[in-house]
């Protein structure tokens, strides 16, 4: 059978692409702004890529076309579509009939820490022998791809709140039926589909209906929203979690002596010790998303003892404080922060391991809600953990940033030009620096830009 992909470059979608071909489908796609790593990943499983969203890609006909939430009417490759009689579906619903159907579904949801949280668990089940299957927004490196098919009886996948496709606006995870689900936090995003948090609440309600009673739902009991939402109505078994001591919380953490950054901590199960590890991520963030997949995996069958020897043994994922480079001592991350929340607790968990380092923050507002200027009076609070901070400013961003420059007082700068960026944020940098750019997109680039600028001038110097 030919399934044809419209959108296929973005992490989902390529990862249902991923899917598809182990399961034996003959995969083509389509996208447009085709960058790595997803592009190199669909070419290396010999998926033909079409750029563009012509009509002429529908011809010879295949067997179904699976369409991705970028898709929009007006598109003629959409447009051809409507008109001809071949079967649609959105990727959500194609994965759930395909693939999901005879699986035990760990489902991973919330605002901030799908993608580790996913990986985290993935890896615990992994490394118990457990073969999972998975479709997670990132490329964990103990895998290094995004999306397995796996031939065990469980399926991690991360679960996204956005909406599924032009013709079905409900939220993608309504569609997984999942027996597992975590919940790690809930704010506002979204704002180009979802006009507050009521109805943001309102999904993830429409997600807990759906989970059944013998299976668990393992929630951040710190997170007042999540609270009220479960409220809403549970019919499954809760199972809490919070970093620290916490109504409701069977799992805690605490950082061992000397680990403030979290690279060290302990495990606690209704306050009682079970164990430690020391792992290569750093952060408090962290150590919540931890936890979350600790409880989860139990809930399959892996006991906290063989889940944190997994935890030692976790690589990381790309695009998650990566470190891309090293030049002159100026060290260069890459990290897919894209929201206040996330951008602050990045540079926290940063500064705990960098101590008096310097650490510059360079952020694209790239998201349909950073663009929209939705939490611009926010992210200057969230920036302030940085000693100087870049923004990106292109002529179309779609609100003025003047007022975030202003309240980061001489430590915000605003640049327009990639390039340019580059050159100045390596004029900028020292030895002992420590480079955070942040961004959900490749940022024109700007990582390698600024290695090769740094490069250069060690050169000269």
């Known amino acids: 059978m030919h399934v044809h992909i419209l959108g296929i470059c973005g992490t989902f979608m390529g990862g249902v692409a991923a899917l598809a071909r182990a399961a034996g489908f003959r995969v083509t796609g389509s996208d447009r702004n085709v960058y790595p790593p997803m592009s190199t990943q669909l070419e290396a499983l010999g998926i033909a890529l079409t750029e563009g969203f012509d009509a002429a890609q529908l011809s010879p006909a295949p067997d179904v076309v699976v369409v991705g939430n970028v898709m929009t009417r007006g598109h003629p490759v959409v447009e051809a579509l409507l008109e ?63 999306a397995r098919l796996g031939s065990g009886r469980y399926f991690v996948i991360e679960a996204d709140e956005y909406d599924t496709a032009f013709f079905d606006k409900r939220a993608k995870f309504v569609h997984y039926r999942p027996r597992t689900v975590v919940l790690n936090n809930l704010e506002y995003d979204h704002a180009d589909i979802y006009p507050d948090i009521g109805a943001i609440q309102r999904q993830f309600h429409h997600l807990v209906r759906i989970v059944p009673g013998s299976g668990r739902i393992v929630w951040n009991a710190a997170d007042g929203l999540l609270r009220e939402t479960l409220a809403m109505g549970c019919w499954t078994p809760l199972e809490g979690f919070a970093r620290g001591a916490q109504r409701d919380a069977l799992w805690s953490a605490r950082p061992l002596p000397g680990a403030a950054d979290f690279s060290r901590f302990e495990l606690l199960e209704a306050g009682q010790p079970v164990g430690a590890v020391e792992w290569s991520l750093i952060g408090a963030h962290n150590t919540e998303n931890a936890l979350a997949a600790l409880a989860a995996a139990r809930h399959a069958g892996v006991e906290p003892p063989r889940a944190l ?71 200057a609070p969230a920036l302030a953990g940085a000693d100087e901070v870049w923004l990106y400013t292109p002529a179309d961003l779609g609100w003025d940033p003047a007022s975030v420059l202003r309240a980061l007082g001489g430590r915000g700068h605003g640049n327009s030009d990639i390039g340019d960026l580059a050159r100045e944020l390596a004029r900028a940098a020292r030895p002992g620096d420590e480079v955070l750019i942040m961004s959900n997109g490749g940022f024109g680039g700007l990582h390698g830009k600024l290695l090769a600028e740094l490069q250069q001038a060690q050169e000269r110097a």
């Open 84 to 146: 001809s009689t071949l079967p649609y579906v959105s990727g959500p619903e194609w994965l759930a009939r395909e693939v999901l159907k005879d699986r035990w579904v760990l489902a991973v949801a919330g605002t901030h820490g799908k993608t580790t949280t996913a990986s985290l668990l993935a890896w615990i089940l992994e490394h118990a022998g457990l073969d999972p299957g998975f479709l997670i927004g990132g490329i964990p490196a103990n895998f290094g791809l995004s």
């Open 309 to 379: 020897a997994a935890l030692r043994d976790f690589k990381g994922i790309a695009r998650r404080l990566q470190l891309r480079g090293e030049v002159n001592g100026i060290r260069v991350y890459d990290d897919f922060a894209h929201h206040p929340t996330a951008i602050a607790t990045t540079i926290d968990g940063l500064r705990r391991r960098a101590g008096a380092a310097r650490i510059l923050a360079v952020l694209e507002p790239r998201s349909h809600t950073m663009r929209m200027g939705v939490h611009a009076h926010t992210l």
